[in-house]
């Protein structure tokens, strides 16, 4: 019920957009983010909104490269990645939050979809 698409080969420097369309009741009122997971690493919170959409909240390994944003029915959130770097390279996937605030902790979120791949070529 939480798909993620988008992902695929980009050069360093390049750009992506992911999408996650979201089935669930729940999206529309929740706040929702996007983690990812390299290979041999622990899975990561990139990015995070509030369920209106003007609240955000970034990692600082991807601060001002990357911009989440969500559709006025709430129910798809797009991760917009510019500058893209070989450390970027990871499955990423989108998960709903708990309440409708914007989550900031891996354990203020209840659902997690597929992931799409992401690789990024130096």
């Known amino acids: 019920q939480l798909q993620a698409s988008g992902g695929g080969l980009v050069q360093a420097g390049g750009s992506l957009r992911l999408s996650c369309a979201c089935a669930?009741?729940?999206?529309?009122?929740?706040?929702m983010g996007w983690f990812r997971q390299a290979p041999g690493k622990e899975r990561e919170l990139v990015a995070s909104?509030?369920?209106?959409?003007?609240?955000?909240y970034y990692a600082d390994s991807v601060k001002g490269r990357f911009t989440v944003s969500r559709t006025n029915d709430k129910n798809t959130v797009y991760l917009q990645m510019s500058s893209l770097k070989s450390e970027d390279t990871a499955v990423y996937s989108c998960?709903?939050?708990?309440?409708?605030?914007?989550?900031?902790?891996?354990?203020?979120?209840?659902?997690w979809g597929q992931g799409t791949l992401v690789t990024v070529s130096s």
């Open positions: 909104i509030g369920w209106r959409g003007s609240s955000t």
């Open positions: 669930r009741r729940t999206c529309s009122n929740n706040g």
């Open positions: 998960a709903v939050g708990r309440g409708s605030l914007m989550p900031t902790k891996e354990y203020e979120f209840q659902y």
